[in-house]
């Protein structure tokens, strides 16, 4: 399989905000655990999209991944005797992979005229013991921030139940098609809560542009700083299966697709890439970066995740 790489890498001046048009800005939300509900304040991931550049531009050498020299698109976790340890995992058809995570509930668009209802009755586990996050149309008596809502979907999240500093995360993930669509697996810094967002910072390992299938896009935001990750591939990404992942160490960041590198940000100093960080899984409807839902937006939409596995290098 062919790719087209085109990474790019923004930093913005000192004194001036990161945030730009698609950035899910942190409101106040309703964060639902198993019989427990309790109100906190959210990040969310987020860009302004754009476009792929026109040829590669990484800085410093990729981090290596656990993964080296397994087949292409074996990007299922280290190989035995390379130094690399599972510490965290979710393989959904197993007992108490739901009880990991908790689950946002709430209808206030984050400030980018998102029109989901968050509820936790939207994440589920199907018979082939796949985690499936559904979208679809109407939103039963809530109330979202333009009136009665018209969608609900799911959003959840390991923070408080899980988080690591540096390893490697991934996931196998089939994402829906459709414009619209805003599906994402990201993961956020412990401190948001102190520090606030992008302070705290973000890495997007995978946050799929809905108007072009084609392109593979992660991110990384930081106070001041902001790395875009672009692979164009042949066959739609919403076609089936992948597994996204990155290899996060105390030199940077590499971004993989299918145990392909295709992109990597240098550490510089004073990143907030030094302490743990936990993971989230969402699917938004609306907002600035996957345009208008149309009426060939399909629905009920499903984001289905067949696992989610967490390394740390054991220095071996």
Request: glycine share 14%; aromatic share 14%; hydrophobic share 35%.
């Amino acid at each position: 399989m062919s790719f087209e790489l085109g990474a790019a890498l923004t930093a913005t001046p000192a004194g001036t905000t990161a945030l730009r048009s698609g950035h899910r800005r942190r409101r106040r939300h309703l964060l639902v655990v198993p019989l427990l509900a309790i109100s906190v304040a959210i990040a969310a991931c987020g860009t302004g999209g754009g476009k792929p550049a026109s040829s590669a531009a990484s800085s410093g050498a990729p981090a290596k991944h656990p993964s080296a020299g397994a087949s292409a698109g074996a990007l299922d976790g280290p190989l035995a005797g390379t130094g690399w340890k599972l510490t965290w995992s979710a393989d959904f058809g197993q007992p108490g992979a739901m009880s990991k995570w908790l689950y946002y509930s709430g209808g206030n668009g984050f400030g980018l005229h998102q029109l989901q209802w968050y509820d936790a009755g939207n994440a589920t586990v199907d018979k082939s013991g796949q985690l499936v996050i559904s979208a679809d149309k109407g939103g039963g008596s809530n109330t979202c921030w333009y009136g009665a809502c018209q969608y609900t979907s799911a959003r959840m999240e390991t923070k408080n139940t899980f988080s690591q500093t540096y390893g490697e995360f991934e996931a196998r993930i089939e994402f829906p098609p459709g414009t619209g669509l805003w599906p994402a697996f990201w993961i956020e810094g412990d401190n948001v809560y102190q520090v606030g967002w992008p302070a705290c910072g973000e890495l997007d390992i995978i946050e799929p542009e809905a108007q072009n299938p084609y392109l593979v896009a992660g991110y990384a935001h930081a106070k001041h700083y902001r790395h875009q990750s672009f692979l164009t591939v042949p066959q739609s990404i919403t076609a089936g299966f992948h597994t996204y992942g990155v290899v996060w160490n105390p030199q940077g960041v590499t971004w993989y697709f299918d145990g392909h590198a295709f992109s990597h940000m240098a550490s510089y100093k004073g990143w907030p890439f030094d302490k743990p960080f936990f993971i989230i899984l969402d699917l938004a409807i609306g907002g600035g970066y996957p345009g208008k839902v149309t009426a060939k937006t399909p629905f009920p939409a499903k984001m289905t995740v067949d696992w989610i596995r967490v390394y740390r290098h054991t220095g071996r």
